[in-house]
């Protein structure tokens, strides 16, 4: 019995353990919501109670009655418009005259013209001074039309309808059927017998389908159907969903009765007349019967439930004054990251405790920012030292081969060009060893570019072309300095080693989406795929190394590119696009892409 208690005992302790951490964790305004919300869910639990007892049963009845009512209202009225037709054809069968003159065995003492106006002159007397058809017709045994009153379209051969079984017990008896054509029109039809069943003919009345659509439609809120002995629609109300289940209504239908459809959503009253064996159904929807009963509801409820969310919120709002400087102070905390370190504390606390402690955070978040700021500072320095020690490594290659070109051109005895040389090697110079910690603007970078050109066409003349295109929306674009330049120099010095002149270089910069690109292109040997899959590869190992690139030679594929994008990637934060390819026409293009956004180290 003690091991047993044990395990109980032992089995209850983590119960009792989460439910203490529960309540720990829990804050004043939960715990307020969970007291209140059993009270809450009773209120509503006896409110639906009394609405499903006292409301929605008895509009259940009513509903149920209503809607029975209104299918044996559409059933009798159909009965009494076809009791009227019925009447009307007694009447035309009444003329002893209309028999003799349908009579075969009869010898025809009339011409048909004649024969067509007595006929029309018997119906003319059976209908009397109202027509609540559209037109009658008469035909032969044989089904053949004989006269129409009104001539409004009736079948001009009723045989096909007269030796179907399914209509010769009602065409024998003396009795008529309702028959919908083709083109959706109803029918009344009989045959026209003597007392003693010999039969002389067929009567064929129209109905007025108008009239028939005013049944339907004056059940409201509703849609009705009427359905014939095979369960097919012949008749509809004029708003009747047209998208109802075809099996909810192809069924077997008899006397009358009520119930649910399979969707539970509609209910459905129907009545089956005994005379003519259709059958009138009455499908009404739960949402219109009860959307009145429900809106009432859903008012109350919102209106309880309202009253119960302002209780909770007037406990709420009173509690929230312990708690507040503590969630202050904690949200200051959240929202504390990198770029927003000088959050400034909340002064509006009148506990001195919270104070004391706000004060403390203030000032912790003080030498953050400070230490953070010497850090940032730090860091730029560095990478504008690294950027300024790949560029100068670049600069005395450039100075090399300029004084090597004005050289030739001094043995050449080209005393004008070497003069001009040495001008343009001035500017350069300037250019690259004026602040060198700055960057320069995209134009700055074409200009000293066209004075590197235009220093090394005075050696080729006419065997060297370039031309430069720049967007002029691109002028202001910041770069580091020399990073065009080493491009065509490297072009210039080992694209051209097998190629005959002219030899033509193309500059491009172009803007598009938010990016900027320079396109360096030549007509000279080009590189293979496999020199640069090695150039790629030598890029993004170096990753920003100063000491990888000192054994590299300076030709292209080497420590000209790979120092440029090193010194593109440390302006620009990695966000830069760099791509060699093989023109189809021969020579290689150097592609440099970056993005517009100014968010430089």
Known sequence: MCNILNRKIGRSLPLASLLRRFRLRTSLQSKLIWTFLPLLLLMLGIFLLYVNTFVFKPLWEKTVEETQLSAAKVSEQLDGYLDLQNQLSQRLLANK????????????????????????????????????????????LEGRELVSYLGMGAPSDLGPIISNPKYAAPLNDSHYFLYKDPHGEMAFIRSINDKDGKIYGYLYIMLDSAFLRKLADGVVGSDVYILDTDGTVVLASSEADEEYPKDELNREWSGSGFFTDSSRRHYVAYRT?????????????????????????????????????????????????????????????????????????????HNNELQLLNEAFGEMLERLQNSIEREKLAVHEEVMARNSALQAQIAPHFIHNSLYLI??????????????????LSESLRYIVSSPYQHVSMLEEIEHTKRYLSLVERNYEDDLEWSIELDPSADAIQLPRLVIQPFVENAIEHAFDSTDPPW???????????LWAIEIGD??????????????????????GVQEMKSESLGIGSMGV???????????????????????????????????????Y
């Not at 899959?533 to 170096?542: A, G, T």
């Open 562 to 600: 790979i120092n440029t994008v090193n010194r593109l990637k440390l302006m620009y934060r990695n966000r830069v696009f760099f791509n060699i390819f093989t023109n189809e026409d021969g020579g290689t293009t150097v592609q440099i892409i970056a993005s517009l956004k100014r968010d430089f």
């Open 407 to 424: 050289s030739i051109a001094s043995q050449e005895g080209k005393n004008d060009a070497v003069s001009a040389m040495c001008k343009q």
């Open 273 to 349: 007349s005994e005379n003519n064996d259709w059958t009138s159904v009455v499908v009404a929807s739960k949402a219109s019967a009860f959307g009145s009963v429900n809106s009432v509801r859903n008012l109350s409820i919102l209106m309880i439930v309202s009253l119960a969310l302002f209780s909770l919120v007037y406990v709420y709002v009173s509690a929230r004054n312990f708690v507040l400087p503590i969630r202050r102070l904690r949200s200051q905390i959240t929202r504390m990251n990198y770029s927003n370190l000088n959050l400034q504390a909340d002064r509006r606390l």
């Open 523 to 544: 007509n000279g040997k080009g590189m293979n795929s496999e020199e640069i899959r090695r150039m790629m590869e030598k890029i993004e190992q170096s990753d920003h």
């Open 97 to 140: 005259d209309l028999l003799a003159l349908l009579d075969p065995e009869n010898p025809p003492a009339y011409n048909k013209l004649t024969k067509d106006r007595l006929l029309k002159d018997y119906m003319f007397r059976a209908l009397g001074p109202t027509m609540d058809i559209r037109d009658m017709i008469v035909y032969d």
């Open 504 to 514: 033509r270089i193309k500059i491009a910069v172009k803007l598009y989406n938010g």
